[in-house]
């Protein structure tokens, strides 16, 4: 400014009356530079009313002069004008380049874009530059560019494996080479260390039957109770609830007597556990050739543990160095287990006697077998030796930060180990885990895409103990992960067939999400078709959707941190699914046969499936999360515990003055909050970023706030009302009304109204933080 000054000074000679004084103002709200030119009176008086193009064009006579002519000062002035003119024009054009610099700084060809590193990000995220988004389908097309069937293959020999047990070498080298992956494609990455107790074979194990010897059992049941058993063996079908109420309403006893039971259906735990509550001594689990054609000397190998993560650190993380008193999960089973071979099964089951198997259990292809439950001489033995070891293993992370919401996150994570070569269990998650992590970040790294929110790439150790890699580290970091991580997608067992059948399970706001991606891949058979059109159902839920189960690796992410989540799989061609799970013969070789040769194929429309969804979630404005669909489910619970409360209050079953009304009018405050938030959305706009994100968080926090706050996460890990487990569920709730049928005491129904006051306001709770603010909230209640 005096700079400027002393230029116009000079210009003047000095002459103290004749100088132009500048005021040089810049628009705080980032509009363009101002400058306020004040001329001196002299000047004034000489340029007119009009400035000095008026002065320029209308000279005024002298009365003094008969006519006009030019004199040296009427040259002075145009001179002067003339130099001012330009000197302005140089100013404000130097003011507004030197702001356009400062407001882009990082801008750069394509050719010199930044790798997609997060400094950058959070630059650009606290200078609020957003750069120009590509429409979602242009998204689509990149993405469909990036991911190929030949990347995945040379990605798929890569991490091919023969043994890469939990905290084994083999582990850790795939580890090591996720990592590398990670960093080759300019990624912040970093590993979690954990130090979890696996149990692992420690001598032999054993089966006798008759005194027989079985062979050696190559099998194991991790987390099992160690010691030996004896008693007769009883054939329970495949160990469910419903089998053995239904040995009970024969009058066949339970207690003490091994129980054997055949693979499927329900997981080994579930098997275990119920065995467990009828007082069996020992369970005997063996695959059936009608449900398994993998051989009849193939062994199997599991966990027994009715949870998920490390069972002695139940609810807390396991990291090193921490001191913790002993703790034991509830969920772990005190009687033996064991697996065996279809061929010893079929010894055993060959000299059976007893009353024959009802009809339905007699479904077996055991050669030979006649399917009898049993009789006191078929006495039989175990003996399990499993040792608790404590290991090392580390789960490994890769993040590419977004531009908008960087402390925003979805979540993809593939298990890494497995007990044999794992290749459809393990190999073809971690493969698609680091291509889509490479096709992410070059989409990024070359300018031409910035995803709003972050994405985590995850990959997990000792998922084949239950999931424990990744339950530690939710346990870890719960009380931030509930708060910034809104889905989480899982690439384990994604091919496990061919694309003629797609099967998804997951948290019912993501539905709307799950019917787009279906609208939008197509499959490998029929090109032209999209998955959606090949279901061929208009309600697609029940054809596509599985409920998700304890043994689901998204189950604890759901349940346990109320983060939205799901697991899919294409198992077209496959009457019972891949059946080579839990098995040494989990191979490329046995794969390829479940998928006509095709492993390549459906391995990328695999990818385009988790690809599409976990580009949609970082690239929308507002999240694709269906809120909606709790009400219907919670609606569909509601009308069942009411007209169970009515039967029992019209039989005398409950008191008087008891009423469901509360659980009702949280209901209703539930289907309330959704509607207003989805009027919120309708009216919102998508280019004001902290009004996006106010929806968003109140979208995202619908699945945490369903966890219940009234348990403990140790005691009930799985906290979520609707999906979880324990008496705090509306599962339970409507359980314990039907059981009020036979018995009714005073306990029975303070326990009654306990659980209905923590679900009405669990429900009313979420119902509450969906409105918003606290004066938007509706507490009818």
């Not at 009970?248 to 129980?259: A, H, K, L, M, P």
């Not at 098995?583 to 499936?609: H, K, M, P």
């Amino acid at each position: 400014m005096d700079q400027a000054r002393t230029t116009i000074s000079k210009i003047f000679n000095g002459e103290p009356r004749s100088y132009t004084r500048f005021s040089l103002t810049q628009n705080m709200e980032g509009g363009d530079s101002q400058v306020e030119m004040k001329l001196s009176p002299e000047v004034e008086e000489e340029v007119g009313t009009n400035g000095v193009g008026e002065h320029l064009n209308h000279q005024r006579e002298s009365p003094y002069r008969r006519k006009p002519s030019r004199t040296p000062k009427n040259i002075c002035f145009l001179i002067a004008a003339t130099l001012l003119l330009f000197i302005i024009g140089y100013l404000i054009g130097y003011l507004v380049h030197r702001k356009q610099d400062k407001a882009s700084p990082t801008c750069q060809t394509d050719d010199q874009a930044v790798a997609p590193r997060v400094a950058d990000d959070e630059e650009l995220s606290q200078t609020g530059y957003a750069p120009k988004q590509l429409d979602w389908g242009d998204v689509k097309k990149l993405l469909g560019d990036k991911l190929t069937i030949s990347q995945i293959e040379a990605s798929l020999r890569q991490f091919a494996s023969n043994e890469h047990s939990a905290g084994s070498p083999g582990d850790e080298a795939l580890a090591n080479k996720v990592m590398q992956r990670f960093k080759d494609n300019n990624m912040k990455f970093w590993a979690d260390e954990h130090y979890v107790t696996l149990q692992v074979p420690s001598g032999s194990n054993s089966v006798t039957f008759r005194g027989q010897n079985l062979g050696p059992v190559q099998g194991y049941l991790a987390y099992s109770a160690s010691g030996s058993a004896q008693g007769s063996v009883l054939y329970a079908y495949y160990g469910r609830v419903e089998d053995f109420d239904d040995l009970e309403d024969s009058g066949v006893g339970v207690s003490g007597r091994i129980v054997l039971v055949r693979a499927g259906y329900i997981s080994f735990a579930e098997k275990v556990a119920n065995a467990a509550n009828m007082n069996a001594s020992a369970v005997l689990i063996y695959p059936d050739p009608a449900d398994y054609t993998i051989g009849e000397g193939t062994h199997l190998f599991g966990h027994v543990h009715l949870g998920t993560g490390d069972p002695y650190t139940p609810g807390f993380p396991s990291f090193n160095h921490t001191q913790f008193p002993p703790a034991r999960s509830s969920g772990l089973p005190n009687i033996l287990a064991q697996t065996i071979t279809a061929s010893m099964a079929k010894t055993i089951m060959g000299k059976m006697g007893g009353r024959t198997a009802p009809r339905s259990w007699r479904d077996g292809a055991l050669s030979g077998v006649l399917y009898k439950l049993g009789e006191d001489s078929d006495v039989a033995s175990v003996e399990v030796n499993n040792a608790l070891v404590n290991t090392r293993v580390h789960n490994v992370f890769g993040v590419i930060k977004g531009v908008t919401d960087p402390d925003r996150y979805v979540v993809i994570g593939a298990q890494r180990d497995a007990w044999g070569p794992g290749f459809a269990k393990s190999t073809v998650g971690t493969a698609l885990l680091v291509e889509l992590a490479k096709a992410t970040s070059n989409m990024v790294r070359e300018g031409r895409f910035m995803p709003r929110r972050s994405l985590v790439f995850a990959s997990w150790s000792a998922g084949e103990y239950g999931s424990v890699g990744a339950t530690e580290w939710l346990e870890g970091y719960l009380p931030s992960l509930n708060m910034k991580a809104y889905s989480y997608i899982s690439l384990d067992g994604v091919v496990a067939g061919t694309t003629e059948k797609f099967k998804a399970s997951a948290s019912p706001l993501l539905n709307g999400l799950i019917l787009d991606t279906m609208k939008e891949v197509n499959t490998v058979h029929d090109p032209k078709k999209t998955i959606f059109a090949q279901v061929g159902e208009p309600r697609w839920e029940g054809a596509v959707l599985e409920s998700m189960e304890m043994s689901d690796p998204a189950y604890p992410f759901t349940t346990f941190s109320g983060i939205p989540s799901i697991s899919f799989r294409f198992n077209g061609g496959q009457v019972k699914g891949y059946p080579y799970y839990g098995t040494l013969q989990d191979t490329r070789e046995n794969l390829n046969s479940a998928t006509y040769g095709n492993v390549g194929q459906v391995a990328l429309a695999a990818g385009q499936v988790a690809g599409h969804m976990a580009l949609r979630l970082v690239h929308d404005h507002l999240l694709r999360l269906s809120v909606e669909t709790y009400d219907q489910i919670i609606r569909r619970y509601v009308i069942q515990i009411n007209t169970r409360v009515n039967t029992l209050l019209q039989n005398g079953r409950l008191p008087a003055n008891f009423t469901p009304q509360w659980l009702i009018s949280a209901m209703g405050s539930y289907g309330r909050g959704t509607r207003s938030i989805k009027r919120a959305i309708e009216n919102s706009d998508l280019e004001d970023t902290e009004h996006c994100r106010m929806l968003n968080d109140r979208l995202m926090r619908v699945e945490a706030n369903l966890l219940s706050p009234y348990v403990s996460p140790t005691n009930s890990p799985f906290r979520h009302i609707l999906l979880g487990s324990g008496q705090h569920t509306l599962t339970a709730l409507s359980e314990h009304l039907d059981a009020l049928k036979s018995k009714s005491d005073q306990g029975e129904i303070d326990l009654l109204q306990n659980q209905f006051a923590l679900a009405t306001w669990t429900i009313q709770s979420c119902a509450n933080a969906l409105a918003g603010e606290v004066w938007d909230m509706d507490n009818n209640i």
